[in-house]
């Protein structure tokens, strides 16, 4: 499943990250926010959510 909105990582509240992230580093594209999400899953920051609804 895509992304829908960003800044997830600090809504959980796990964790630290630089408000740049967020702030200029990524775009308003959901393009964007999936290659974060996928980049993180690798560094072992954090795994990819997955709330077991059907995707669209």
Known sequence: KQPENNGGYNALGFGKTDPLVYDQLTADNPIDWTRWQVLNCYAGRIG?????????
Not at 48 to 56: A, D, P, R
């Open 48 to 56: 990819l959510i997955n709330s077991g609804g059907e995707s669209k």
